[in-house]
């Protein structure tokens, strides 16, 4: 893989359309702190609008994915500090980000990492993974989307538990549950990760962006709003020359060569 660019917290690398994003604090267990945060969605809002990219990986490597924001940083801050800080800012940019994005986990992810991870689109888990939103056992909720990503991905009665206990889930029940996409050995995690990846950059780039932003409208909209929406973009895409391509590529009875236009 071609090493891209690098912030000592963030490394990020390039494997052709694909850029992988690996958190490194792993002395405080990859503790998003506000400049690894910044890092991250800076990187990652560079490649959306980079055409070469067409979809991005977030990990933590093979032993922790990340044990949350940094407590550290937080412990004495006051609401007003808490209110000026620019961090529901950076989580919201991150909502922004238009291609796929895929989480790679393993180890830990709890609070901001449990919410970072379920703000990508696809969710690859280690056997090792574990997920939980412990902002209850240090006396606040979560901050960052848990509340509700947690309920709509695993249903309302597991993330109430999950929530109000504190308590955390491995791999093989947030599988169970719906929630991750699938669980692989740690070993094959980034190679499992890689390859969904680069499946997903084989397709037309802006027909996999219509389909992220209408799958995502179906968790907000009801059902006329959703399909109204979908049949907009569905319409759009006749205005791509992607269309053409993929079409006129099957009845010629030969692989597409999609270009993002
Ligand atoms: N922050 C800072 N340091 C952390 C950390 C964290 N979240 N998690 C672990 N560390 C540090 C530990 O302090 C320890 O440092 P040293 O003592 O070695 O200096 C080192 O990482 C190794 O951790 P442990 O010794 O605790 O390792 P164990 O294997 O025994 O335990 C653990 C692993 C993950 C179970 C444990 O470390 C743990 O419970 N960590 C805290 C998990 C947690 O509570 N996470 C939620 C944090 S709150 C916001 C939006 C969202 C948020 C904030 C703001 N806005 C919109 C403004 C998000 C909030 C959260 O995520």
């Known amino acids: 893989m071609a090493k891209d660019s690098a912030t000592q917290e963030l490394l990020v690398q390039r494997e052709g359309p694909v850029a992988v994003h690996t958190l490194n604090r792993p002395k405080v267990l990859n503790a998003l702190s506000d400049s690894l945060l910044e890092s991250l969605v800076c990187a990652l809002e560079q490649q959306d609008s980079d055409p070469e990219i067409r979809c991005m990986v977030v990990t933590g490597g093979e032993k922790v994915f990340a044990a949350g924001a940094d407590i550290q940083g937080m412990a004495e801050a006051s609401v007003a500090q808490m209110l000026c800080s620019d961090r529901l800012a950076k989580w919201q940019r991150l909502q922004k980000i238009s291609k796929p994005l895929i989480a790679a986990v393993s180890g830990y992810a709890l ?21 939980g939103q412990p902002e209850i056992l240090i006396g606040v909720i979560p901050g960052a989307g848990g509340t509700q990503r947690l309920p709509r991905a695993i249903g309302k009665a597991r993330a109430m538990e ?10 093989r029940k947030a599988l169970e549950w719906g929630m991750v996409n699938r669980v692989v050995p740690p070993e094959l995690l980034l190679a499992e990760t890689m390859a969904l990846a680069q499946e997903v950059a084989r397709q037309a780039p802006l027909a996999v962006r219509a389909a992220k932003e209408a799958v995502l409208k179906a968790l907000d909209l009801d059902i006329d709003s959703g399909l109204s929406y979908e049949r907009k973009l569905f319409y759009l895409l006749f205005g791509t020359e992607d269309q053409k391509e993929g079409m006129r590529a099957f009845l010629e009875k030969r692989p597409p060569r999609f270009q993002g236009k």
């Open 111 to 131: 609070g901001g990492g449990c919410e970072l991870a379920m703000c990508c689109d696809l969710i690859v888990a280690s056997e090792s993974a574990v997920f």
């Open 162 to 171: 999950m929530i109000l206990t504190g308590r955390r889930f491995d791999a």
